[in-house]
């Protein structure tokens, strides 16, 4: 092989690689924008076809993602068209519909996801109270009763962001290492929740009191 024949395969060696890398950058901006598009448009009650009214059918009976259902059957007729226009566009395919449709279900379903915790405890007032104090956040105190042993307890619950789960477990295990605590995720919150901890310690039980007063006065 002559020089001018190793440079013009060195040239389309590197063009190869330059053009799968282009692929794979298409794929990943290609899913961003479809997976955008399509969770504005079945946000506002809208719809672009194909899948997305299986989904929506599906979704209002089994309680499933659309999203999911999306990708699910999208996934099952590209490995098929793999057998007959070969397993390097069906994997290139294959990431575009991964990338889309966790776009669209986080379009869909919101992206201010929360974290609820519910926390059953005896102590339920001090770890309610340093809750309050040092992370800042509501609780809700609601009474309960043990199936088993009939016991009293305090059954909490509250919404926090997740970075604050860690502090929040350390405050629960100081007080009480056998509590019952139940984390589960919240897809959106409406209503009062404040991006950061507007409390701090004290102020919670300063600011209680002088409602409680206040209420005091208007009913006198």
């Known amino acids: 092989m002559n020089l001018s024949g190793m440079i013009h395969k060195i040239r389309a060696i590197r063009a190869g690689r330059f053009l799968a890398a282009c692929l794979g950058v298409v794929c990943l901006f290609g899913g961003l924008l479809v997976g955008v598009g399509a969770g504005l448009v079945v946000k506002y009650h809208g719809s672009g076809g194909g899948m997305d009214i299986v989904g929506i059918i599906l979704k209002s009976k089994y309680d499933v993602s659309v999203g999911t259902v999306s990708l699910l059957f999208n996934a099952v007729v590209v490995t098929c ?3 007959i226009f070969g397993f390097e566009p ?5 990431v575009n519909i991964f990338v889309s449709s ?10 201010n996801r929360k974290r609820n915790m519910m926390i059953v405890s005896e102590k339920g007032a001090e770890i309610a109270r340093r809750l309050m104090n040092e992370v800042g956040r509501g609780v809700t105190i609601i009474k309960g009763e043990g199936g088993y042993t009939h016991r009293g307890k305090d059954v ?3 919404v926090v962001s997740r970075f604050e789960l860690a502090a929040i477990k350390e405050i629960i295990s100081s007080i009480d290492p056998d509590a019952f605590v139940c984390i ?15 409390l701090h310690k004290e102020e919670y039980p300063a600011k209680l009191q002088a409602e409680q007063e206040a209420g005091q006065d208007t009913t006198q």
């Open 90 to 94: 069906a994997m290139y395919t294959l």
């Open 156 to 158: 909490l619950f509250c």
């Open 184 to 198: 589960n995720e919240t897809y959106e919150v409406m209503g009062k929740f404040p991006g950061r901890a507007p």
């Open 81 to 83: 068209a793999a057998f």
């Open 102 to 111: 966790n776009v669209f279900t986080q379009v869909l379903e919101g992206l």
